[in-house]
C-alpha cells in the first residue's frame, strides 16, 4: 500500500515543477507578454495612443480600450487559465505514459494502488494546482489588474457549461483571427491594431499548444516541439519567401531609371539659376540616421523646417522647394523618411506647385486634434511630412512575426493573386504605401483594398518604381528633386548595397589609374540594379570592371537590366533590422536566380548614412559644386551641458568618472594623447557577466553601429573642410564657413523665447527633460510631440539659422 503521510517540502516543489512544466504553453504565454510590457518601451508606448481621441473625453477611446480588456479576456486571459485548468485535471501530466501502461489494473490491484497514491498526491498540492491557473490567467490583465480582480471569483469559479461555451467562443475568435492573418492581414490590422493585435499574438495559440502538450504527454512524444519543427521546416522549404518584391514585366526604360552624377549636377545647377560660370550656392545633403519610425520622423521634421525656411531664401522658387538638396541619403527608418520626403516632393511637383501634397490630417498624427489641422498639413511642409511617417506600420509586423513568416508553404503550393506569399518585410511595404495613398489621396480606405492594387495605373506614391528622376524634371523648367541613397548591408560582403538615383560609376581619370574609362562612384558598395540585373560574363571582367558595362568612358545602362523595384521595397533594403525584418533576398536575372545576395539593415555597416554621403560630396566638388551636410539623429544624447541633470547610462559615480569638472562634458571618443582615458568601467554587472558568452559580442555589435557612424561623422567633418577651403563666397553673409551641421535630439532641451512657436514651450517646461522615446515602427502622439518639440531646442534652432545662412550664399 502506498504511504499516505504528509509530502516533504522539496517533493512539494517538485511536484509544482510538475505542474509548472505541464502548464509550459499557458505559462510561456502568459510570461512572455507580462515580460514584454515590463521591460520594453515600444510595447508601453501602445498605451499612449490616442488615436481615437484622449481619455476620459473621448466615448472612442472608451470603446477602444473597452474592446483591449474584451480581448485580453477572451483570446489571452481565459484561453491561458482554461487550457491550464483543463490539464491538470488530467493524470497525462502526473506519471509519464510509459510507467502508465506499466501499472495497468492486471488483476492484483497495482492500479488502484496507483489511483489512491495520485489522489493522495492531489490532496496535498491542491494549493499549487488551484493557484497556477489562476495566476497564469491573471498576468494578461497586469494592465488592467483592478478590473480583474473585481471579477476574478465570477472568472475562477466559472466551470461547466457556461466555461465551455466561452472556450468555444475564443477558439472560433481565434481560428477567424488565424484566417484573417493569413489572407487578409490588412482587414485583420483594421480590425485590431496596435495594442488590440497584443492579446492575439500572445493568446491564439494557447488552446492549440495546450492540447499539442497533453497529447504529447498522453502518448509520450514531443508533439509540441515536433509540430513547431515542422512548421519552421515548411517555411525553410520556401526558398523564395524573402525575395525582394519587384516589378512584373521589363523596366520602363533602362537609360532613364538612373542618372549620371554630370547630368544630375547640371539640373540642380539649373534649378538654381548658376549655369556656367555663376556663383553657385552651396549643395546640401541630408543624412538620416537609422531608428525606424522615430528616424523617419526626425528627418521629417528636420527637413520639412529647412523646406519652410527655404520660402525666405531670396530666389525662391514656387515650383521647387527643395532645389538645394542634392541628395538625401538615409539607414533604417532614415530610409523610409528620406524615401517619403522625396515622393511627397515628386507629387507636389506634379500638382505643378509648391504646396505639401497631404490633403487630410490623420488620426496618428500627433497635431490631428487641433482644429486646423487639415489646413496646416495641406499647406506646411513639416507638417506634411510628419503626418506621412506617423502611421501604424506596427501591426502588420505583428502579424507576419507572430503567423504568416513562422508556417509559409513553398511558392509552388501557393499560387495565384494572394498576399499569403508576402513576408512580414513585404506587410510592412505595404502598409507604407497604403498609409502614404491615404493621406495624400484625401480619403480612409481599407488597407486590403489598398494593398492588393496593382498594374500601372496603381504606380504612384510609395509604389513608384524607384529612379526615373530625369523623367520627371524633364516636364517642368528649372525643376529639382533631391536624389535618392539609401543604404543596406550585404549580408556576403558585409559592404553597402545601395538604391541610388546616380549611376554608380562616373567618367574616370586615366592619370588616375581608373580601369576601362570608368571610376566608381562609390568605393567598394554594390549597386541593387546592377546585382539584380544579368551577370557580367566572366570572360568580360577584368580588375573587378565589367567590360561590356560601359563604352570607353560612356555608360551603357542597357547592361543593368534588372527588374524594376518599388520605393517602398528599397526602403525596406535599408531597413531590415533583426526579428522585426527578415533579411532579404536579391536574385540576379537569369540562371534561375541561383545568382545574388542577402541584404540586411544598413545600419548593420554604419547608422548615419554619411558614408554614403560623403562619397556624392566628393564627386559633387570634384564638378565645382560645394557640398555641405546636415545629419539628422533621432537617439536622444545626454545634454553635455546639463550632466547634473541627466540620467547617466550606468551610476552617478561612473558619470563623474567620465565628466570634465570645468566643461561638463562626456567624451564621445577616447580623448587624444591620453595615457589612460577614464571610460565607462571594465566590468559590465553581475547580469551581463553570467551570460557574458551571449551578451557581450551582441552589446558590441549594436554599439559598432552608432561607433561606425561617429566615425563616419568625424570623417565628413575633416574631408568636407578640406574639400571646401577654396570656396569663395561672394553673396550673402559671407562670415560662415561651416560645411557640417546637425540636428539632434537632447535628453535635455533647452527652450527661449525667442521664437514664436517656442514660446509657450519656454513657460511651460522651464528645466525639461525627454521622456524614452520608443524605436518601433509605430509612435505615440507624446512621442512625436516629444520629438517635434526639439525644434525648439536653442542649439538645434542655431543650428538650422546658421545651415540657412550658408544655404544663401553664393560661391565661386
Not at 510538475?18 to 515580460?35: D, E, K, M, P, Y
Not at 489494473?105 to 490532496?123: M, P, Q, S, T, Y
Not at 493568446?203 to 504527454?217: E, I, N, P, Q, T
Request: aromatic letters at 10%; charged letters at 20%; glycine letters at 8%.
Amino acid at each position: 500500500m502506498p504511504t499516505q503521510g504528509p509530502l516533504s517540502l522539496l517533493t512539494r516543489l517538485h511536484w509544482c515543477g510538475r505542474i509548472v512544466f505541464a502548464c509550459r504553453v499557458s505559462v510561456l504565454s502568459a510570461l512572455a507578454g507580462f515580460l514584454l510590457f515590463s521591460f520594453v518601451p515600444q510595447a508601453r508606448d501602445l498605451f499612449d495612443d490616442i488615436s481615437y481621441g484622449p481619455l476620459p473625453y473621448s466615448p472612442f477611446a472608451w470603446g477602444m480600450w473597452l474592446l483591449f480588456f474584451v480581448y485580453v479576456f477572451l483570446i489571452w486571459a481565459f484561453p491561458v487559465h482554461f487550457a491550464a485548468r483543463a490539464i491538470l485535471r488530467t493524470e497525462a501530466w502526473m506519471i509519464p505514459s510509459r510507467l502508465r501502461a506499466a501499472v495497468k489494473d492486471d488483476g492484483l490491484g497495482c492500479g488502484e494502488a496507483v489511483k489512491e497514491e495520485l489522489a493522495h498526491i492531489r490532496r496535498e498540492i491542491d494549493g499549487c494546482i488551484r493557484w497556477t491557473p489562476r495566476i497564469l490567467g491573471s498576468l494578461p490583465f497586469v494592465a488592467g489588474f483592478v478590473v480583474f480582480v473585481i471579477y476574478r471569483q465570477r472568472i475562477f469559479t466559472m466551470s461547466g457549461r457556461s466555461a465551455e461555451v466561452l472556450a468555444v467562443a475564443s477558439a472560433l475568435a481565434v481560428t477567424v483571427f488565424f484566417i484573417l492573418s493569413y489572407f487578409a492581414p490588412f482587414l485583420q490590422a483594421g480590425i485590431a491594431p496596435r495594442a488590440l493585435v497584443v492579446p492575439f499574438l500572445f493568446g491564439s495559440l494557447v488552446f492549440l499548444g495546450a492540447a499539442l502538450s497533453w497529447l504529447g504527454d498522453l502518448v509520450g512524444l514531443p508533439l509540441l516541439a515536433g509540430a513547431i519543427a515542422l512548421a519552421f521546416g515548411v517555411t525553410a522549404f520556401n526558398q523564395h519567401f524573402n525575395d525582394l518584391r519587384v516589378l512584373d514585366g521589363a523596366p520602363k526604360d533602362l537609360a532613364r531609371r538612373q542618372i549620371e552624377i554630370a547630368d544630375a549636377v547640371g539640373k540642380w545647377k539649373s534649378a538654381n539659376h548658376c549655369e556656367g560660370d555663376k556663383p553657385c550656392p552651396p549643395a546640401l545633403i541630408v543624412a538620416g540616421e537609422g531608428g525606424a519610425s522615430r528616424a523617419a520622423f526626425a528627418a521629417a521634421t528636420a527637413i520639412g523646417d529647412v523646406l519652410e525656411r527655404s520660402k525666405q531664401l531670396p530666389d525662391h522658387n514656387e515650383l521647387s522647394p527643395a532645389r538645394r538638396i542634392f541628395a538625401l541619403s538615409g539607414v533604417s527608418g532614415g530610409a523610409l523618411g528620406a524615401a517619403t520626403v522625396r515622393t511627397a516632393l515628386w507629387d507636389a511637383l506634379s500638382r505643378n506647385g509648391a504646396a505639401p501634397p497631404c490633403r487630410r490630417a490623420p488620426q496618428y498624427w500627433f497635431g490631428a486634434t487641433e482644429g486646423d489641422a487639415e489646413a496646416r498639413v495641406a499647406s506646411d511642409w513639416r507638417a506634411c511630412l510628419q503626418a506621412l511617417v506617423s502611421g501604424d506600420y506596427l501591426t502588420a509586423a505583428f502579424i507576419g512575426l507572430g503567423f504568416r513568416d513562422n508556417l509559409s508553404p513553398p511558392a509552388h503550393i501557393v499560387s495565384g493573386p494572394t498576399l499569403l506569399r508576402d513576408d512580414r518585410a513585404a506587410l510592412v511595404e505595404r502598409a507604407w504605401e497604403s498609409y502614404y495613398d491615404d493621406v495624400v489621396e484625401g480619403r480612409r480606405s481599407w488597407n486590403w483594398n489598398a494593398a492588393r492594387r496593382g498594374g500601372p495605373e496603381s504606380a504612384s506614391g510609395l509604389r513608384r518604381p524607384f529612379g526615373y528622376v530625369a523623367e520627371a524634371l524633364e516636364q517642368h523648367d528649372r525643376a529639382w528633386l533631391p536624389m535618392l541613397l539609401l543604404n543596406g548591408t550585404s549580408v556576403d560582403k558585409g559592404t553597402r548595397i545601395l538604391a541610388s538615383d546616380l549611376v554608380s560609376t562616373k567618367p574616370g581619370t586615366p592619370h588616375q589609374g581608373d580601369i576601362g574609362g570608368r571610376a566608381p562612384l562609390y568605393p567598394a558598395a554594390f549597386d541593387l540594379f546592377e546585382m539584380l540585373s544579368t551577370p557580367c560574363p566572366p570572360a568580360a571582367v577584368v580588375h573587378h570592371a565589367c567590360q561590356e558595362a560601359h563604352d570607353d568612358f560612356a555608360d551603357v545602362p542597357v547592361r543593368r537590366d534588372g527588374a524594376d523595384v518599388r520605393l517602398s521595397t528599397t526602403a525596406m533594403l535599408s531597413a531590415r533590422f533583426p526579428i522585426v525584418s527578415p533579411a532579404g533576398t536579391i536574385r540576379a536575372k537569369g540562371d534561375g536566380g541561383q545568382n545574388g545576395d542577402r541584404v540586411v539593415d544598413g545600419g548593420y555597416f554604419e547608422n548615419a548614412g554619411i558614408t554614403t554621403a560623403l562619397d556624392v560630396a566628393r564627386a559633387l566638388r570634384g564638378q565645382g559644386v560645394t557640398p555641405i551636410l546636415l545629419w539628422v539623429q533621432n537617439d536622444p544624447t545626454i545634454d553635455l551641458d546639463d550632466v547634473k541633470e541627466a540620467e547617466a547610462p550606468r551610476s552617478r559615480l561612473d558619470r563623474l568618472a567620465v565628466t570634465n569638472p570645468k566643461t561638463g562634458e562626456i567624451p564621445q571618443f577616447p580623448p587624444r594623447a591620453a595615457s589612460t582615458p577614464r571610460l565607462q568601467g571594465a566590468w559590465p554587472g553581475w547580469l551581463q557577466a553570467f551570460v557574458a558568452v551571449v551578451a557581450t559580442p551582441f552589446e558590441a555589435l549594436t554599439a559598432t553601429r552608432d561607433g561606425h557612424a561617429l566615425e563616419a561623422a568625424e570623417t565628413a567633418q575633416r574631408r568636407l573642410q578640406e574639400m571646401n577651403a577654396e570656396a569663395r563666397c561672394v553673396e550673402g553673409d559671407c562670415s560662415l564657413t561651416a560645411s557640417y551641421f546637425t540636428f539632434k535630439m537632447f535628453r535635455n532641451p533647452h527652450f527661449d523665447e525667442k521664437a514664436d512657436r517656442c514660446r509657450a514651450l519656454a513657460n511651460v517646461r522651464q528645466q525639461p527633460v525627454m521622456g524614452v522615446v520608443s524605436m518601433s515602427w509605430w509612435l505615440s502622439q507624446s512621442v512625436q510631440a516629444e520629438l517635434d518639440s526639439q525644434l525648439c531646442d536653442t542649439r538645434n534652432r542655431q543650428s538650422l539659422d546658421d545651415l540657412m545662412k550658408r544655404l544663401a550664399q553664393r560661391l565661386k
